[in-house]
């Protein structure tokens, strides 16, 4: 793209100062409107499951519902608690909103197809998603109330605690691909099968990673069954509780948008990313992209699924799976892999 712009007369450094703009836009703005119709079809499937039609009153088939809950929430008054710190209480959503935009920038929609091909780009998503704690416990600490208080000290221990053992995961997947590059990851799931799956479909190796990341992505999203930190008895939103309008739509927003990532994440690192499921000449007639879009709306049903028919956790559950199984398994996995991989890829 920087190319192009230098063909129009620009110079090197104009020329890629535009080409990044244009393509943080080509990445942000399609983005955003992934997160307003995902809440659509997350309301769908949970109706569908209960039995239930859903939002189907504004717009055909109720697709600009939440276009107007998005007007609403910006038409209402923001309310700033008067003893809150203000200055805190007002950038905290915009913290959990921005961080989860910003680990879009490595992710590979295609062969090449990345904003910023870096060669630390599983590390720098690793790196950026551990900041959206900042959101949480700056917003409970910020609003001076003991109840979400509260709620952003659970918020902080349950994702500090699911990012160890993802920590983990990730090294088996590094040390599988030999390299942080995401492009270099998908590439890397070529044939994997060991002979017993012809293409792209998981690793064998890796799946019982697998399944404990896609547990850990509910978990370090706040998804049911562990949105423990929006359970407050049942009555308070949590650390949300005191914030209103497009404050409290922000939340929601950065919510989404790191379930649409986790979804990618699941899809990029064992699911082949932009690859076909399998081997076979005619499936790479359907253009890459069209293939980590379907996998990614797979993994946000199988999201929804989770939240529409698993009971919620208890705290002491959610903290005992978290380190004294998945922590302990993910690390005995970590020196199985290292130890396949030394005895087949690296034996002298």
């Known amino acids: 793209m920087t190319g192009f712009f230098q ?5 090197y450094e104009w020329a890629w100062f535009v080409a990044t703009i244009c393509g943080i836009l080509l990445i942000a703005l399609p983005l955003m409107l992934a997160v307003a119709m995902i809440i659509y ?11 239930r039609r ?4 504004v717009g055909p088939f109720g697709l600009l519902q939440s276009f107007a809950d998005g007007l609403k929430v910006f038409l209402q008054e923001t309310i700033v608690p008067s003893a809150s710190n203000k200055g805190l209480f007002l950038i905290a959503p915009i913290i959990t909103f921005t961080v989860a935009l910003m680990a879009w920038a490595v992710i590979p929609f295609n062969s090449g197809a990345v904003l910023a091909d870096i060669n630390v780009g599983l590390l720098y998503i690793l790196a950026i998603s551990s900041l959206g704690v900042y959101g949480v416990v700056v917003s409970g600490w ?3 109330s003991k109840y979400p208080f509260f709620s952003a000290m659970r918020a902080a221990a349950q994702m500090i605690s699911y990012e160890v053992s993802i920590g983990f995961i990730l090294i088996c997947v590094v040390l599988w691909a030999g390299s942080f590059n995401m492009n270099a990851i998908v590439e890397a799931q070529r044939g994997h099968g060991f002979g017993i799956v012809n293409g ?3 690793n064998l190796l890796l799946f019982p990673m697998w399944v404990m990341f896609l547990i850990s992505s509910l978990a370090e999203t706040a998804r049911a069954p562990f949105d423990l930190t929006e359970a407050e008895s049942e009555l308070v939103a ?3 509780t005191e914030y209103s309008s497009m404050s409290f739509a922000l939340f929601w927003l950065g919510e989404y948008a790191n379930v649409i990532l986790m979804c990618t994440l699941n899809a990029v690192l064992f699911f082949g990313g932009w690859l076909p499921p399998l081997d076979i000449p005619f499936l790479y007639l359907i ?3 069209l293939w980590l879009f379907a996998k990614i709306f797979f993994f946000f049903f199988v999201f929804s699924w989770v939240k529409a028919t698993v009971p919620r956790f208890r705290y002491d559950q959610l903290m005992r799976l978290g380190w004294k199984i998945f922590l302990p398994t993910s690390l005995l996995f970590v020196v199985l ?3 396949y991989l030394m005895l087949t890829r690296y034996a002298a």
């Open 238 to 240: 949590g650390y949300q």
């Open 41 to 51: 079809v997350d309301r769908k499937i949970w109706a569908a499951m209960a039995l």
């Open 200 to 202: 792209f479909f998981f």
């Open 287 to 289: 253009p890459g992209w």
């Open 337 to 339: 892999v290292s130890g």
């Open 7 to 11: 063909n129009l007369g620009m110079n």
């Open 142 to 144: 910020a609003s001076n």
């Open 54 to 57: 859903g939002p189907n009153v």
